[in-house]
């Protein structure tokens, strides 16, 4: 699965750049919005649900997440009027992270506003991940892959975008193979996550 990927030929974006491309294929006339999620550990300066989590204010981070309803309904909003259906799959590590345990809450609201979203146990791949990780990836319709790019303390750092047709086409079979395996984001959520009581991290 993802044979392809490793070897695809690509084109390095630094973040500016992305973002400009990503906005104007998004409004280009395509029809889906496909992500594959794989990291575990990533930094979001600047919102500040994840500075309060960073710092160890668990209960401050969770009341933040709320401010990001009406950006996340508008951007759902937006999307639905371009005629885009998104998709999003995560993948989960056990035990779990303290980032995707913070990060899920912050899903859970992007589910309630409409966003599609399944989540996949990364134990149920360990027989397509045995030589590398599935990629963590944005497939724009059947014209763009992107590859979001991170720098060492996990901050988003631009992408790499693929636009070979065949390599497209693989990508987003491999994608509907793993989203047919994944399950409904609310039932692990309430399953493994609510659960959990405050994640240790610095304070």
Known sequence: MFDSFPDGTFERLKRPAYHEEFNRILKSGIETQDKLERGQHFQERGFASWEAFAAGRWEEALELVE????????????????????????????????????????????????????????????????????????????V??????????????????????????????????????SEPFVDFFEREILPLGPPAVGG
Do not use: C
């Not at 309803?69 to 009027?81: D, K, S």
């Not at 056990?94 to 912050?106: A, G, N």
């Not at 060492?152 to 693989?170: C, V, W």
């Open 144 to 181: 763009a892959i992107y590859e979001v790019q991170y720098d060492p303390e996990g901050n988003a750092d631009g992408a790499r975008r693929y636009s070979d047709p065949a390599l497209i086409a693989e990508t987003l079979a491999d994608f509907e193979t793993l989203y047919g395996r």
């Open 67 to 142: 401010e990001k309803r009406p950006i996340y309904t508008a951007q759902l909003a937006e999307a639905e009027g371009l005629g885009v259906v998104q998709r999003r799959l995560r993948v989960v590590e056990f035990p779990v992270t303290p980032y995707v345990q913070w990060e899920m809450h912050v899903l859970r609201l992007r589910v309630e506003v409409g966003d599609r979203m399944r989540v996949l146990d990364a134990r149920t791949i360990a027989d397509i991940e045995r030589e590398r990780s599935v990629p963590e990836i944005v497939v724009l319709g059947d």
